[in-house]
């Protein structure tokens, strides 16, 4: 679909999909972008929309009820998906077809045969697809990545991570994240698959992964706690932890043989007070130094605002995109099958 007489300079005019904790999140965090214009929240549901007058007229969107009148709209250049993980699939493939850019809330989808299709489409239809990995756009992140590709570290050897949380304590008990239907091993499509992203950034694509999953800590159906070890090329390892019941924890460290870097968050990403670094390099002082806060989610999206205005490429790139969800797929398996389960990436 044409959009005529767009500068390269002009904000993206974007829909919102849903209307959630994490769509009225963005919505707000947009407010103000140089990058992106949220014209329109889509919103399923009649009692939240019937809420939503206030924000609609303060931040200045349309309210809609259908995904399809955002696809039918050629005004709209982009939609953010902040739907459940088991649409994204569909709703992605929709939008490209439209002419839509999208971009897609983590998971990007739940079987690595959704997302291919989802990222065959896309690509296809020459629209960019974008994904809600906004750890990579932490600047602390981004130091830790320059400094291993730099060898600093020497060979990477193993990561720790670990992203936990309660938030869910105050979601109703019929919200979709802790449904085992539309958030299956709810600590990995919640946070854990955002230290497996990191992972994979790193390291590369998974090559097997062996986790466990349990119901410790409170009575989500789709667990709280949950474990994992991911088996690279090599012998290099990661092991992830992410916990729903325990209060905020966020931490990333790399090992490697001349050294190793760990990453602590200071407060949860969605509202960032910074980070604390410690470096340890072979005959080298420990150091600890302080990464000031920077905004990763809206950093993110304006990464992807600038790939459609083509300024710069988008820095998360498919294949990656694709082994996540290969390795999420392989995850959700180990915790049925209790085994050492390989990751199954198509090609």
């Not at 214009?37 to 924000?55: K, L, T, W």
Request: aromatic share 6%.
């Amino acid at each position: 679909m044409e959009h005529a007489q767009i500068e390269s300079h002009d904000a993206v005019q974007i829909a919102v999909i849903g209307y959630g904790w994490w769509g009225k999140t963005i919505t707000a965090l947009l407010a103000d972008s140089p990058h992106l214009r949220v014209i329109a929240v889509v919103e399923a549901s009649a009692a939240i929309r019937d809420q939503m007058a206030g924000d609609s007229q303060r931040l200045g969107f349309r309210v809609l009820a259908d995904f399809q009148a955002v696809l039918a709209d050629p005004q709209i250049e982009a939609v953010v998906l902040c739907t459940p993980h088991e649409f994204h699939a569909g709703q992605i493939v929709a939008a490209a077809r439209a002419g839509k850019h999208v971009f897609c809330e983590k998971p990007l989808c739940l079987t690595a045969g959704d997302a291919k299709l989802a990222i065959d489409t896309c690509r296809q239809y020459q629209r960019v697809l974008g994904i809600g990995h906004e750890r990579r756009f932490e600047p602390a992140v981004q130091e830790l990545r320059r400094r291993i590709a730099a060898g600093e570290l020497g060979t990477v050897l193993q990561i720790e991570g670990n992203f936990s949380q309660d938030k869910f304590f105050a979601l109703p008990k019929d919200n979709w994240r802790l449904s085992n239907r539309h958030a299956p091993v709810g600590p990995l499509t919640a946070t854990g698959i955002h230290v497996v992203d990191l992972s994979i950034a790193v390291l590369g694509p998974c090559e097997s992964v062996w986790a466990r999953l349990a119901t410790r800590g409170s009575d989500f159906e789709n667990g709280d706690t949950l474990a994992i070890m991911m088996a690279f090329a090599g012998g290099a390892n990661a092991m992830v932890s992410a916990v729903l019941a325990t209060p905020f924890e966020g931490r990333f460290a790399v090992y490697g043989s001349q050294g190793w870097i760990e990453i602590r968050d200071r407060t949860h990403p969605e509202n960032p007070t910074g980070w604390d670094v410690t470096t340890a390099l072979r005959g080298k002082p420990r150091i600890s130094e302080f990464s000031p806060p920077a905004p990763s989610v809206r950093l993110n999206l304006e990464a992807f605002a600038k790939a459609i205005r083509g300024q710069e490429a988008y820095p998360v790139p498919a294949d990656q995109m694709l082994a996540n969800v290969a390795t999420l797929e392989a995850i959700m398996r180990s915790v049925r099958s209790g085994a050492i389960e390989p990751v199954r990436i198509p090609h």
